[in-house]
């Protein structure tokens, strides 16, 4: 059982789909506490022929869980993004994918940053075709504030055989001891999910909502 766990970020980049890819079970750790700034509130787009950061509005106050966070007025953000996106891509082959994506997430009750951000991720893997089981931290409700033995135990309750991990996460985990895991883990370096990701053109990776509207679906999965 190869099991991958991280954060339900804003739209992510094509390479978080290829993790997904090549898991069995996805976890999605939405029961940590929300970071000013980060991943999981903005990325990169391309928009009005430049790209540009777009960040989901929240209203929140310290040491809140992202399964806490609420939005402010999305119903607006959805609205202006949906414009945005429409305008910047209007010659998509796949133009349609937004429409279907916020329409998604409006149908789908959405109450905190966390559930936008599990809700969006789960639309693009199913509109990918990726075949992986997906499941939130939350849900196993598994009691503790150190990520470390979070992962751990999280591991052991799914009987993990392989723990596909973010090679970002590497430095810090070897710090703590890999030998402490209960399985192997693998470093994972996401194939070719730069080609589709617009690093190619921009330096960058932007969201999959630009691989989305700029590639097909078969190429997309090609890469990843």
């Not at 509130?41 to 992202?66: A, D, E």
């Not at 997906?134 to 409700?141: G, H």
Request: hydrophobic fraction near 35%; charged fraction near 25%.
């Amino acid at each position: 059982m190869k099991v991958s766990i991280m954060q339900p970020t804003f739209l992510p980049w094509a390479g978080y789909f290829s993790i997904i890819k090549s898991s069995d079970i996805f976890v999605l750790l939405d029961d940590v506490g929300y970071s000013r700034q980060s991943w999981q509130t903005r990325n990169r787009f391309y928009i009005s022929g430049k790209v540009k950061w777009l960040s989901i509005p929240v209203k929140t106050s310290l040491n809140t869980n992202i399964n806490q966070v609420k939005i402010f007025n999305l119903n607006n953000f959805i609205n202006k993004t949906k414009k945005s996106l429409t305008q910047s891509y209007t010659k998509s082959r796949n133009i349609e994918f937004i429409e279907l994506l916020f329409e998604y997430i409006t149908k789908n009750e959405v109450k905190n940053l966390a559930s936008f951000n599990v809700r969006s991720i789960i639309f693009c893997k199913d509109y990918l075709n990726i075949k992986c089981r997906m499941i939130t931290s939350s849900s196993l409700s598994i009691n503790t504030n150190k990520k470390e033995d979070k992962i751990i135990k999280i591991l052991k309750n799914l009987e993990a055989k392989e723990y596909i991990c973010a090679a970002g996460s590497k430095e810090y985990m070897q710090d703590y001891g890999l030998e402490k895991f209960p399985c192997p883990v693998n470093f994972y370096n996401y194939k070719r999910a730069n080609t589709i990701s617009g690093f190619e053109k921009f330096n960058e990776n932007l969201s999959i909502v630009h691989s989305l509207l700029s590639y097909s679906v078969k190429r997309i999965n090609e890469e990843i």
